[in-house]
């Protein structure tokens, strides 16, 4: 089964998304890559930041 | 609206990058195809879902005019609106019957998402292809 790891599926998520975006979004290539590296990071710690958030609720 | 943009915009939503293409700008077309592309078929791979218009085939007129939309889940609406921005690809999954959803594999709901998220993404791709063709962008 392709992509057992939901870690793995969120992080090649968030680098196409951070591909494309910085595509449109600027115009040099020195900024397109700053804007995507800083996109593609907000995205993977936010993301793992808030599953760590959603681990103080859980019920036991 | 230019009518140049709109071709190239139209261009561009049925086929991910070509919009950007016929405006010879290869590098960018080429990573948009492949980004998009990837992703739509990484969500197929992974038992994602295409949300269709409609929850039957319409038989009658009167159903293409009052049954447009799946009724008993409404929020499939914008699901079904985020998979028709993969254009072409979401015409050739109707005709072929792809993305019919695997709900019982782990991986169904990150599919489902993969799609969803490249149609949206090529509806922004399209949008740029548009601000090139006018000459709001280089």
Same mark, same amino acid.
């Given at each position: #089964?392709?992509?057992?790891?939901?870690?793995?599926? #969120?992080?090649?998520?968030?680098?196409?998304? +951070?591909?494309?975006?910085?595509?449109?979004?600027?115009?040099?290539?020195?900024?397109?890559?700053?804007?995507?590296?800083?996109?593609? +990071?907000? #995205?993977?710690?936010? +993301?793992?930041?808030?599953?760590?958030?959603?681990?103080?609720?859980?019920?036991? | 609206?230019?009518?140049?943009?709109?071709?190239?915009?139209?261009?561009?939503?049925? /086929?991910?990058?070509?919009?950007?293409?016929?405006?010879?700008? %290869?590098?960018? !077309? @080429?990573?948009?195809? @492949? !980004?998009?592309?990837?992703?739509?078929?990484?969500?197929?791979?992974?038992?994602?879902?295409?949300?269709?218009?409609?929850?039957?085939?319409?038989?009658?007129?009167?159903? %293409?005019?009052? &049954?447009?939309?799946? *009724?008993? &889940?409404?929020?499939? /609406?914008?699901?079904?609106?985020?998979?028709?921005? &993969? =254009?072409?690809?979401?015409?050739?999954?109707?005709?072929?019957?792809?993305?019919?959803?695997?709900?019982?594999?782990?991986?169904?709901?990150? =599919?489902?998402?993969?799609?969803? =998220?490249?149609?949206?993404? &090529?509806?922004?791709?399209?949008?740029?292809?548009?601000?090139?063709?006018? =000459? *709001? *962008? *280089?």
């Amino acid at each position: #089964m392709i992509f057992e790891s939901l870690l793995l599926s #969120m992080v090649v998520y968030a680098f196409f998304v +951070a591909l494309v975006l910085a595509l449109i979004r600027r115009d040099d290539t020195k900024a397109r890559l700053k804007y995507g590296l800083v996109l593609f +990071a907000v #995205m993977t710690v936010g +993301a793992v930041a808030f599953g760590w958030f959603m681990f103080l609720f859980i019920k036991k | 609206m230019k009518i140049k943009g709109v071709i190239v915009m139209l261009l561009g939503w049925a /086929v991910p990058g070509l919009g950007h293409a016929v405006q010879k700008k %290869y590098v960018r !077309a @080429v990573l948009f195809f @492949v !980004a998009i592309f990837a992703m739509t078929g990484l969500g197929l791979a992974m038992g994602g879902k295409i949300y269709p218009m409609y929850l039957e085939p319409p038989r009658t007129v009167l159903d %293409y005019l009052f &049954n447009l939309f799946r *009724k008993e &889940n409404p929020l499939t /609406v914008l699901a079904f609106f985020a998979d028709l921005g &993969n =254009g072409l690809f979401y015409a050739l999954s109707r005709v072929f019957s792809w993305g019919g959803g695997q709900l019982e594999r782990a991986t169904f709901e990150f =599919g489902t998402a993969y799609i969803a =998220g490249a149609g949206l993404l &090529n509806f922004l791709v399209a949008l740029d292809a548009y601000d090139i063709g006018a =000459g *709001k *962008k *280089k």
